[in-house]
């Protein structure tokens, strides 16, 4: 997928630490940027367990860099733009009848093995405890009580 306009970046880049990858449907929507904003918030927390943050969504890598400009994000956004949501299918998570994808978490461990993910309503923002607790998990933690 795409980072940047001349920039490609595949799972195999990522060996060897925590991903999370966050699908979303697009970028510019409310749901979408409050999450996004909220993972920009919470990504110290995500990088304390080694994790890199990847969000995805079927937009274009100009649309994202705008959209990572103005919401001043911290992480890539990759676009999984062409072939259209060919990522997100692979996935599971491409809607095919709107031509974009779920809202979706996955955590892979640093060996490419997905861990942990959660499909959410479209119109609901997941949050990122869930995503935390994957991590405190891969990182043999207990969480909190």
């Not at 979408?32 to 969000?55: H, I, K, S, W």
């Not at 479209?122 to 990182?139: C, F, K, T």
Request: charged share 20%; with cysteine.
């Amino acid at each position: 997928m795409k980072a940047t306009p001349d920039q490609w970046v595949g799972l195999d880049d990522f060996h060897g630490n925590a991903l999370i990858m966050a699908f979303y449907p697009a970028d510019w929507s409310p749901v979408c940027g409050d999450q996004m904003a909220l993972y920009n918030e919470v990504l110290p927390e995500f990088q304390r367990y080694g994790a890199t943050l990847l969000g995805v969504s079927v937009d274009g890598v100009w649309c994202h860099t705008a959209f990572a400009r103005d919401r001043k994000l911290h992480f890539p956004l990759l676009a999984d733009f062409e072939p259209k949501g060919a990522v997100a299918r692979r996935y599971g998570v491409y809607r095919q009848g709107d031509g974009w994808t779920e809202r979706a978490l996955f955590v892979i461990d640093g060996d490419g093995v997905i861990r942990w993910s959660y499909v959410s309503p479209i119109g609901v923002n997941p949050g990122a405890d869930g995503i935390l607790r994957a991590l405190q998990s891969l990182a043999g933690e207990r969480a909190p009580a």
